[in-house]
């Protein structure tokens, strides 16, 4: 029987030769991910009240990626929890301070091609980049699979999205999924599988197609996968990944979709959505001239490397505009080091950019700089919901890096390629 990347990797995980959409199956979890805020937090009461430990500690990845910096009581609690939680638990892979989760799991190599993987987020389809079946669940299911090892899972039926053609210069992933999202709406994933293919997608690097899988939550959508190839291997072998299989995780030929849809890379134009939705989104030409307060880059479809790198390209030389404020908060400890060394991070502070921690921040609508009343600002970040990141009267649009870059120079929204000619 013909089966989808989706198929493939729920019956590995099932134990099974193969599955049938709609099927009931019980998969074994080869990783579990938490963070901080959904975490152990959430997860140790409940342990402590059935007695139970974890099944397996080395499959537990937890990262601190919200309430960080820990400012105030609350914070250092939910921090504190945590840590004492990986000492308790024997959770070697703890990564504490180091940067947002979707982004620090993969590159420490935790991800491979054909595993199955839970995380205690909504954006956990991010692992779907790395042709990994990865979805995000709640705390009480995350207390299941750690307990037991295993979740329940109605097999997925597939939407396939097609990119031919290739990005032009100025136009990236974070606008490939602001179209999608604009044309198939919040719920256009149907909580099923959404796999993408096609030119455009194969030319893409793993952080591009780390955007792309990430805002499979926008649409709706249970995973985002891309089947792996070269570019995988070689990035995840970088990272201390081993035995990275690429060739057995792809959709055979024949196989059977939910729907189709297909999109040319080549004829679009960078994408803005309106404030409050992913789903409001529309070419960048018809919002050009609205001002902004604000232009953040961070979270974690817009402040990795490559992310600093095309913002960086727009403001190398430039300042912000008066009155413009310009944030930059990178993605991991990692890709900050790696953007200072090659003068990437200099290129953003000398254009009048406010240096935020490694983490989720305003995005997930804690800490210290969330968006004062009345603010308007255009963001990198993969949500604009009405008080999201601060203040309800705040209103957020949503752009790539180039984007938001461009807005932050002209002081309104601008067509970033005309920056880049």
Same mark, same amino acid.
């Given at each position: ?62 990262a601190t990626d919200h309430y960080l910096p820990a400012n105030d009581e609350e914070s250092r609690k939910i921090i504190h929890i ?261 003068? /990437?991070? %200099? =290129?953003?502070?000398? +254009? #009048?950019?406010?240096?935020? &921690?490694? $983490?989720?921040? *305003? ?39 180039? /984007?938001? %870059? =461009?807005?932050?120079? +002209? #002081?309104?929204?601008?067509? &970033?390629? $005309?920056?880049? *000619?």
């Open positions: 029987m013909a089966q989808t990347l989706a198929q493939k990797l729920v019956a590995r995980a099932a134990g099974k030769p193969a599955v049938t959409p709609g099927e009931i199956v019980t998969c074994r979890v080869d990783l579990a991910m938490m963070h901080d805020s959904g975490g152990p937090r959430r997860v140790k009461p409940m342990l402590e009240r059935l007695g139970a430990k974890v099944w397996d500690p080395d499959k537990v990845v937890l945590a840590r004492d939680w990986a000492k308790e638990a024997g959770v070697s892979r703890f990564h504490d301070g180091e940067g947002i989760c979707h982004v620090v799991l993969p590159e420490n190599g935790y991800l491979k091609p054909g595993m199955f993987a839970v995380g205690g987020d909504s954006h956990s389809p991010t692992g779907g980049a790395f042709g990994a079946y990865m979805f995000g669940i709640g705390s009480t299911e995350m207390v299941g699979v750690l307990v037991t090892g295993e979740i329940w899972l109605r097999v997925p039926q597939t939407i396939r999205i097609e990119w031919s053609g290739r990005l032009s210069r100025g136009v990236a992933s974070k606008d490939m999924m602001l179209a999608i999202i604009g044309r198939l709406g919040l719920d256009g994933g149907k909580y099923e599988a959404v796999e993408y293919s096609g030119s455009a997608v194969s030319a893409l690097s793993m952080q591009e197609r780390m955007t792309m899988a990430n805002m499979t939550a926008e649409l709706g959508g249970q995973a985002g996968l891309i089947a792996p190839d070269e570019i995988t291997r070689e990035w995840l072998e970088q990272r201390g990944a081993r035995d990275v299989d690429t060739k057995s995780w792809r959709s055979d030929a024949d196989a059977a979709y939910l729907e189709q849809h297909r999109m040319d890379a080549a004829t679009l134009s960078p994408q803005v959505a309106a404030p409050h939705s992913p789903a409001n989104s529309r070419p960048v030409s018809e919002f050009e001239g609205t001002r902004i307060d604000l232009a953040y880059i961070g979270a974690c479809t817009g402040a990795k490397l490559e992310d600093l790198r095309m913002a960086a390209q727009v403001l190398k030389g430039r300042r912000a505009a008066k009155g413009v404020r310009v944030q930059v908060a990178p993605v991991s400890a990692r890709d900050q080091a790696t953007a200072q060394a090659e003068g /990437t991070l %200099a =290129a953003l502070l000398d +254009a #009048g950019a406010e240096l935020l &921690p490694n $983490a989720c921040g *305003a995005c997930a609508g804690y800490g210290n700089y969330l968006l004062p009343e009345n603010t308007v600002a255009i963001s990198t970040t993969a949500r604009n919901f009405k008080g999201r990141m601060g203040a309800q009267s705040a209103r957020i649009y949503l752009g790539s890096p180039y /984007t938001v %870059a =461009a807005a932050a120079v +002209a #002081g309104t929204i601008v067509d &970033p390629r $005309a920056l880049l *000619a």
